[in-house]
């Protein structure tokens, strides 16, 4: 297979991964509140975003798929200098983040994406990167098992010692120093991954966003119908301010489509529409609160609390 079909089939397999989560989740929104966007931006790529933009259910959503292509790979794709900067690059990926209306359903997140660099035109190096973490404002320590669960069932594929480092992985890359605490519960996160080969590395891409889906799905479906009051929702939308501190000043994904001339309206999708910020709201919290603030100042593997 020479390199164009294996590009080609690569972003086939996420563009796919992309379908399946759009089609698993569009049945929450009304449907009239759903934009299908078929993107081309001239010397980048093509891509697919669905969005929800103050939607009846979802105060914000977006699924991405997007298929690109580089002169130069900047350092924020790895987060640090090597020997793949600055090189021409593929690649491709789906990102998702889903920022529901009712405080009782937190916010989650999942990526999944393939790099590829050039050198003297053949494949110098390819890796496999994504997760996914869950940003609760009302804890629910069922859904924080059933989370780590989902987790630890995804990494088991390749391993039994891949869950303890994916998720120490994701607990040091989402957390905000400035803060010191962390964006949520955490979940599984990889970068510059590499598989004995590239179907590994689709088939777990692939698991990664079924158990995202059916653990989210069922948070969802759990408190969907809970009540809450103005309190919680002044309190998601106090904790939304993080979410939004995170992504533009330590985010990566951010970092790179900016700095390699990404399509603006896909790379910020990821913030929602309603946040606030208060003078020293965190000295006014409630015992619920509290418990969520213990959840993300010290992380823990929910699975050993059963």
Known sequence: MNTLDKQTQIANAFSQIHSDIVSEFKCYETEKKIINDLWEKKG????????????DFFDKAGINFSNIRGDKLPDSSIGSTNKSSGLPYFATGVSVVFHPKNPNIPTSHLNVRYFCTYKNNEVFEEWFGGGFDLTPYILDEEDCKDWHFAAKDTCDFLGNEYFEKFKKNCD???????????????????????????????EFSKRVGQN???????????????????????????????????????DRGTLFGLQSGGRIESILMSLPNAVEWHYKFDSELTPNNKKLYTAIKKPKDWTEDV
Do not use: A, C, W
Not at 44 to 55: C, M, N
């Open 44 to 55: 980048l790529g093509t891509g697919h975003s669905v969005i929800i933009d103050d939607g």
């Open 172 to 202: 040091e890359y989402f957390f905000l120093p400035h803060r010191k605490e962390h964006r949520g519960i955490g979940g599984i996160f990889y970068e510059k991954q590499l598989f004995k080969n590239t179907d590994i590395g689709l």
């Open 212 to 250: 995202y889906t059916e653990t989210y799905k069922k948070i969802i479906d759990k408190h969907k119908n809970t009540e809450y009051s103005d309190k919680d929702v002044k309190f998601q939308r106090f904790r939304r301010g993080r979410y939004v501190e995170f992504n533009l000043v330590y």
